[in-house]
C-alpha cells in the first residue's frame, strides 16, 4: 500500500508562481533572440560602402590613385569641387551623430574635413576616422567645398574638405605629453609659462623642451626655424653678392679663441683640446691669406654659466672678416648693409611665417633705417646719464642700461636696430685696434636690435709686434696664440668683421623673450637633452 505524497498549500502556491515566471521568462529569451537574430541577419546583409576606402596601411604600403598630392597651403576656392589627395597630421577631431569634423595640419598650415555617412562614406568608416589618434599622420582623399562663412580656426578659411578616403599611415600614440592646440594658444602671460586666453592651460618651458619633437609641431615653432633658415640663406646670399668666400674653421682647437677661461676642454688622445669660443682667430689668418673677404655660419660654444634669457653654452655663429682699404667703416657700412638687406629680405618673403608667429606670440613689427643709425659711444653715454643713469665715461655697458639705451633710441629716432661705435678699448680684447686720435677709445662697435647686443665687432690689430705687446698687457700666454702671431709676420692687410649669434637675431627681430624659443635644440648649463 503506496504512500501519498502530499505537500502544504503554501508550497503549491509557490510552484505555480515559479511555473509562472519561468514561462514568462522563456517568452522573453525566446523574443530576444529572435531580435538578436534579426539583428545578425541585418549586419551581415548591410554591406559596408567604404570598404577598400579607409584603414591602417602597414610600413611598405601605399595607397592606390592616380592623384597627385596637393599641399594643405595651395587649397583654395580656385580647387571647387575638385578631388585632391593630401597627407598630414590630424590635429584635432570632433565626432558627431553620423559625422566627424576633423582638421588636419601640414607644418603651421591647417584645414577643417568633414566625413559624413552618406551614398559612398559608411557608418563604419565615420567610426574608424573618429577613432584616430591626434597627430597620427593620416592620408586623405576629399572633394574641396567652398564655405559660407570663414572658418577662423584653420589657416583655409574659405574651403573644406569632404573625405572620401581616410588612410592611417602612422598612428600616434593616444596619450600624449603636451597637445599641439594647447602648445598653440596664444599668450596671455608668459613668464618661461604659457597661460592661454580664456583657458587655464599652462605649458611650460621644460615641458616643451622635454618634449621637443611635438613642440616643433605647432605653427609658430614651424614658422620660427622656417625664418630662423631664411636668416642664414639672407646672410650668405647678402655676403656672396657683395665677393665674400665662404670658409669653415676648426671647431676644436688647441687654445681659447679669446684668451678667456670660458671654454669647454675635452680629451685629445694624449692631451686636451677646447671647443671653439669663436672663429676670430682663423677668420683674420684667412685675410692674411689673401681670401680679401671671408664668412662663417658655425656652431660656437660658450661655457658661462649664465641661465639668463639670451644666453646659451652651444649656438650658432655668423661670422665675417674683411680687408679695407682707406678705414674700418668701409666694413661697417658692409655689415649695416648686410643687416637691413637681411631685414628687408625678412619683412618681404617670410610674412606668412612672421603672421604665424605673430599669432602666438604678439609683437610690434620690427622697425628699421635705411642708412641704419649709428651712434658712437660718448653719445650714448649722454643719453643714458639725461635718463638719470651713473655712468662713468670709459664704462662698458650693463645688460640693464643696453636696454634703456634701446628704448631711449626707439623713442627718438623710431628705430630697433642701430649700431653703437667707438667703445672704450679698456673694454674689449686684445686684438682690438685703439682709436689712432683717442686711446681711450678704439675702432670697435656692436650692433643692437631692440635694446639687445647682436654682434660684437671690431678693426683688428695686423701687426705681429704691436699684437704680442696688447696680448702681453692682457695676460694672455704668448705661446698658445704663436701661430695666429705668427700668422701677421708675413704681411697682412688692415682688415674688420665681428661674429653675431644668429639665435639672438631671430629672437629679437620676432620679439620673443627667450632665446630657448629660436634654438631648435638648445644647450645651457642645465640642459643636455634632447
Same mark, same amino acid.
Not at 592620408?139 to 564655405?147: E, I, R, S
Not at 671647443?275 to 664668412?295: E, G, R, T
Not at 655689415?335 to 619683412?347: E, P, Q, S, V
Not at 649700431?419 to 686711446?439: I, S
Given at each position: ?72 597651403? &595651395? ?135 622635454? /618634449? ?8 609658430? &615653432? ?39 677661461? /670660458? ?174 686720435? &683717442? &686711446? ?91
Amino acid at each position: 500500500m503506496g504512500v501519498e505524497n502530499i505537500q502544504p498549500e503554501d508550497q503549491q502556491a509557490k510552484s505555480k508562481k515559479q511555473q509562472k515566471k519561468e514561462a514568462k521568462d522563456a517568452v522573453k529569451a525566446a523574443k530576444k533572440e529572435e531580435r538578436k537574430s534579426a539583428a545578425d541577419v541585418s549586419v551581415v546583409e548591410e554591406k559596408d560602402v567604404s570598404t577598400g576606402k579607409y584603414g591602417n596601411l602597414s610600413f611598405t604600403e601605399c595607397v592606390a590613385g592616380l592623384e597627385s598630392y596637393v599641399d594643405v597651403k &595651395n587649397l583654395t576656392p580656385e580647387l571647387k569641387d575638385k578631388t585632391v589627395r593630401l597627407r598630414g597630421r590630424l590635429h584635432t577631431s570632433r565626432a558627431k551623430g553620423k559625422q566627424c569634423f576633423l582638421v588636419i595640419r601640414q607644418q603651421f598650415h591647417t584645414v577643417q574635413g568633414l566625413c559624413a555617412v552618406n551614398d559612398s562614406v559608411s557608418k563604419q568608416m565615420v567610426k574608424f576616422v573618429s577613432n584616430i589618434t591626434k597627430e597620427s599622420i593620416v592620408d586623405v582623399l576629399a572633394t574641396v567645398v567652398t564655405v559660407k562663412a570663414k572658418i577662423e580656426s584653420c589657416t583655409q578659411k574659405e574651403v573644406e574638405l569632404h573625405v572620401l578616403e581616410a588612410w592611417v599611415v602612422s598612428a600616434a600614440k593616444s596619450q600624449l605629453p603636451l597637445l599641439i592646440e594647447d602648445a598653440s594658444r596664444p599668450v596671455k602671460d608668459d613668464n618661461d609659462e604659457e597661460e592661454t586666453e580664456g583657458l587655464n592651460i599652462r605649458v611650460s618651458q621644460d615641458t616643451r623642451l622635454d /618634449n621637443r619633437v611635438l613642440d616643433l609641431r605647432t605653427p609658430a &615653432n614651424q614658422a620660427i626655424f622656417r625664418l630662423e633658415a631664411g636668416v642664414c640663406r639672407l646672410f650668405r646670399d647678402v655676403l656672396t653678392g657683395k665677393g665674400f668666400v665662404e670658409i669653415h674653421t676648426p671647431k676644436i682647437i688647441g687654445a681659447a679663441s679669446e684668451g678667456g677661461a /670660458n671654454v669647454f676642454t675635452v680629451s685629445y688622445f694624449k692631451g686636451s683640446a677646447y671647443l671653439a669660443q669663436s672663429p676670430q682667430l682663423y677668420k683674420q689668418m684667412a685675410i692674411a691669406a689673401d681670401f680679401d673677404k671671408v664668412f662663417t655660419v658655425g656652431a660656437v660654444f660658450r661655457a658661462e654659466d649664465s641661465n639668463t634669457h639670451r644666453h646659451l653654452t652651444e649656438f650658432v655663429g655668423l661670422d665675417l672678416e674683411m680687408a679695407f682699404k682707406r678705414d674700418y667703416h668701409e666694413v661697417l657700412d658692409t655689415i649695416c648693409d648686410m643687416f637691413t638687406a637681411l631685414f628687408k629680405g625678412l619683412r618681404d618673403e617670410f610674412a606668412g611665417e612672421i603672421a604665424a608667429v605673430g599669432r602666438q606670440y604678439p609683437v610690434e613689427p620690427f622697425r628699421f633705417l635705411q642708412p641704419a643709425l649709428k651712434l658712437e659711444f660718448p653719445t650714448a653715454v649722454s643719453m643714458l646719464r639725461q635718463a638719470g643713469v651713473e655712468i662713468g665715461d670709459e664704462d662698458d655697458l650693463s645688460t640693464p642700461n643696453e636696454k634703456l639705451l634701446g628704448r631711449l633710441v626707439k623713442a627718438k629716432y623710431d628705430t630697433d636696430f642701430y649700431v653703437l661705435d667707438k667703445f672704450p678699448l679698456a673694454v674689449r680684447p686684445f686684438y682690438t685696434m685703439p682709436d689712432p686720435t &683717442n &686711446n681711450k677709445y678704439s675702432n670697435s662697435y656692436d650692433v643692437f636690435m631692440r635694446g639687445e647686443e647682436i654682434m660684437s665687432g671690431a678693426q683688428r690689430i695686423h701687426d705681429a709686434e704691436f699684437l704680442t705687446k696688447r696680448a702681453t698687457e692682457h695676460g694672455i700666454d704668448l705661446e698658445k696664440i704663436k701661430a695666429y702671431v705668427d700668422a701677421f709676420r708675413f704681411g697682412c692687410p688692415p682688415h674688420a668683421g665681428g661674429g653675431i649669434g644668429l639665435e639672438r637675431v631671430v629672437m629679437l627681430y620676432l620679439g620673443l623673450d627667450n632665446i630657448r624659443k629660436t634654438s631648435m635644440f638648445p644647450r645651457d648649463p642645465k640642459r643636455l637633452a634632447p
